[in-house]
Structures are given as C-alpha cells and as structure tokens.
T-cell receptor, first 116, second 111 residues
C-alpha cells in the first residue's frame, strides 16, 4: 500500500532532550516536507526537501533540523526541544521534485508531540 | 506563493450544499488552486484542483471566476462525515518551493 508513515505517533518528552521523528514514504517521491499544525494557525511548513541531500527552510524552521540521506526517509530532529514546539507534526511527500502546489501532497498520519 | 484567506468556520445541515470561498488576490499566472480535506487526527488529503472555470469530480466541484482572485469549493448534499477542515492552497511554477496552506475552514455538519 502506497503510504507515508511517521513514528512515533505520540511522544512526551522534556525540555532539552533531543528527539527524532521519522518519516518514510514508499512511493518513490522526490519532494518531502514537514509541517506543524497548531490551533488557529493551520498548517505551517517547517522544512522541505526537493531530493536526496537537498533541503531548504520552510516558514517556521527555527529549532528544527532535517536530513535527506535516502530518497524514502526524511527525519525531523529537535536538538533541544522547548515547550513551544508542542504541536501536531505531519510529514508529506509528492511525486516530482518541483514542490509546486499543483502536485498532490500525500500526508502521513501525524505525530503528536508534548514537550514538558 | 499567493496568500489565501478563508472563513475560519462554517455550519451546515445534512443534505445541504456547502460553498467555501477562498480569496487569493495575488495569484500568479501559472498558479493552480488546490483544496485539501482534513479529518480530526488525520493528515490532509487531496480533494480537487483547478486552474480556471469549473472542475468537478466525484467528491466536489471547484468554481474559479475569470479573474481567478477567488475560488469556491462546492460540496453537494453534505453528510455528517463531511465535517472536517478544508484548506485552500495556491501555487504553481513560481520562484519558491515552499507550500503555504493557511488556516483552513472548519466545516461542521449537523443532523
């Protein structure tokens, strides 16, 4: 089944403890991205990747890191999480590396993160 | 990318037709208009996309006027299961690869 998977789905951590949220897609998509979703603010893009070893900042990149060493994986890294990073996170991918809005974005199920 | 503006929320009853309008005054010539639907605790999913005039699929219709500065998502005869957040996304072959979804419209369908 074609899908985007994220792990973990739920995570509770403490301030300053490094964590990684994994994202994997099995559709051979070139474009992958991370979003955070907060009440009243909608979906905001954190980072995106056009292809392997090519990443760039979205609208809210502060406090996050990403890497794209393989085409299928795009982990989100929080080196020193803070309470304001408590949010619902979504990974998404699309077929072509143009990242244009006309390409259908396929979203993962989400990861709910709580930073104490 | 063009900034989009949508109503924060809308209410409807089962069986009614619902129209959600999105404003995108700065839409560029090559921009497409795409709508996504998001149920609670799930990721958004693609509903419909268009460039101009009218597009219809098995789920919805999308109306785009000639000036393309707005678009309207039309959901015929909604049911309780259509309760969701609907996002309008505008973009195309622009200079950036960022995607800006905006705040979305929460549609609440009541029996």
């Amino acid at each position: 089944e074609a899908q985007v998977t994220q792990n973990p789905r739920y995570l509770i951590t403490v301030t300053g403890k490094k964590l990684t949220v994994t994202c994997s897609q099995n559709m051979n998509h070139e474009y992958m991205s991370w979003y955070r979703q907060d009440p009243g603010l909608g979906l905001r893009q954190i980072y995106y990747s056009m292809n392997v070893e090519v990443t760039d900042k979205g609208d809210v990149p502060e406090g996050y890191k990403v890497s794209r060493k393989e085409k299928r994986n795009f982990p989100l890294i929080l080196e020193s999480p803070s309470p304001n990073q408590t949010s619902l996170y979504f990974c998404a991918s699309s077929l072509l590396g143009t990242g244009r809005a006309q390409e259908t974005q396929y979203f993962g199920p989400g990861t709910r993160l709580l930073v104490l | 990318l063009a900034k989009t503006t949508q109503p924060i929320s809308m209410d409807s009853y089962e069986g009614q037709e619902v129209n959600i309008t999105c404003s995108h005054n700065n839409i560029a010539t090559n921009d497409y208009i795409t709508w996504y639907q998001q149920f609670p605790s799930q990721g958004p999913r693609f509903i419909i996309q268009g460039y101009k005039t009218k597009v219809t699929n098995e789920v919805a219709s999308l109306f785009i006027p000639a000036d393309r500065k707005s678009s309207t998502l039309s959901l015929p005869r909604v049911s309780l299961s259509d309760t969701a957040v609907y996002y309008c996304l505008v973009g195309g072959r622009g200079a950036t690869n960022k995607l800006i979804f905006g705040t979305g419209t929460l549609l609440a369908v009541q029996p």
